[in-house]
C-alpha cells in the first residue's frame, strides 16, 4: 500500500484508528510507539558546536547537513558516521538508495556513501548551493546560480542551463520530461530534463521559490515575496494567483491543496474551497514548512523554539514541542517518526502516529 493516502481515505480512517489499541502490536518498539503520546521525544542527538541542522531521513538513518560543513549520519540517537564538507550547508541532504547528495555554499556537490560516510564524487558547481538537490532517472540537478544536471553514479556534467537570470531556487520535478526551476530575478523556467533546453519561461512577481513537487493537471506551484502562483506545467501560462507575503518560503503541494507559510506567523490552506484558515503561531515562522498526508499533518516550527502539527484539514494544533532552539530547515518526516533540527546543534525524533 502507498505511504500516501488520499484526502479521502484520511477521513474515513479518522472514525477507525481507535479500534486496534495496542493489541495490534507486535514488537517492542511497536507497543513503546502506542504507549507514547504524539509530539514526545523518542531521542535527541546533539552536536559538539552551536551548529544548525537540516535533517533528512532514509531507511531509519537520519543524515543532517550543518551550517558547519559537516553531515552527520545519526541512527537512534547515536552517530554512525560524520563527512566534512568545505563549505556551510543550509539545506538537507538528498537520500537516494546508497548514496547522500548535498551541495555546499562553497559551490560543490558532494554524493557520499550512505553506509559508510566515504566520498564517492565532488563536483564543481557555478555558485553556492542552498537548496536540496533533486533526483530521477539517475541524473542529479541542482540550482546553483545556473541549473546542473549531473550523473548520479559519477558527477560527470550533463547539461547547464543558464537561462536570463540568477536560479537558486529548489528545483521541482514532475511526472513529466521537465525540470521546473525558478530565479532570484522573478523567472520560472520549464527547461527538458533530458539535453537542458528551454521549453518555456514566464515572469512572476518578485524571487521564486518553487515547491518540490508539481502534479500535472494542476500545475508548477510557487511563490515570490508577495504571493503564492500556480503555472500551467506544460506552458508556463499562469493558473492562478493568490497574495499571501511569504518571504523566504516555498510553498508545498499535498493531496490538491496548496499549503504555504506567510505574514509573519501564520499557516495558510491556499484556495481551499473550505475557506482559507490560518494557522497562527505565537513568534514569526522560522522553519520551512512540511507536510504528511498519512499523519493528515502540516509542521512548522517558530523562532520561539516551538514546533508544531497541524490538521491539514482544518488548521488546528495536533501537538506541539518544545525545542530550545530555533528550526530553520523543514522537518524529515519517516515512519511513526518526525526529526526535527535546530540551531542548537540538536535533532529531535518526536513521536508521531495516524490521525
Known sequence: MSEFYSRRRYLGVLGTVGTAGVSGCTT????????????????????????????????GTVYAGSTAGTIYAVESGSQRWAFETDGAIQSPPKVVETTV???????????????????????????????????????????????????????????????????????????????YAGSAEGQVYGVTAVDGKEKWANEADGAVSLAPTVRPGEGVVGATDSAVFAMDWKTGERNWRQAVNVADQHPIYIDG????????????????????????????????????????????????????????IDGTERWS???????????????????????????????????
Open 28 to 59: 517492542l518498539e511497536g507497543i513503546q510507539r502506542e504507549l507514547a503520546s504524539q509530539g514526545d521525544e523518542k531521542w535527541v542527538f546533539t552536536t559538539e558546536g552551536e551548529e544548525t541542522l537540516f535533517p533528512a531521513v532514509a531507511d
Open 257 to 312: 491543496y496548496v499549503y504555504a507559510a506567510g505574514n509573519g506567523n501564520s499557516v495558510y490552506n491556499v484556495g481551499s474551497d473550505e475557506g482559507e484558515w490560518p494557522y497562527k503561531m505565537d513568534a514569526a515562522i522560522s522553519s520551512q514548512i512540511a507536510g504528511m498526508v498519512l499523519y493528515g499533518a502540516i509542521y512548522v516550527g517558530g523562532e520561539d523554539g516551538r514546533f508544531a502539527s497541524v490538521n491539514f
Open 101 to 179: 547528495f548535498v551541495g555546499d555554499t562553497e559551490g560543490t556537490l558532494y554524493a557520499v556513501d550512505a553506509t559508510t560516510g566515504e566520498e564517492r564524487w565532488t563536483a564543481p558547481v557555478a555558485g553556492p548551493i542552498t537548496s536540496s538537490p533533486v533526483a530521477i532517472g539517475g541524473t542529479i540537478y541542482t540550482g546553483a546560480n545556473k541549473l546542473h544536471a549531473l550523473d548520479a553514479a559519477d558527477g560527470t556534467e550533463q547539461w547547464v542551463f543558464s537561462g536570463d537570470t540568477s536560479i537558486r531556487s529548489a528545483v521541482a520535478l514532475g511526472e513529466t520530461d521537465t525540470v
Open 321 to 355: 514541542f518544545d525545542t530550545a532552539g530555533v528550526v530553520r530547515s523543514a522537518p524529515a518526516i519517516g515512519t511513526g517518526t518526525v526529526y526535527v533540527g535546530t540551531d542548537t546543534g540538536r535533532v529531535h525524533a518526536l513521536v508521531e502516529k495516524d490521525a
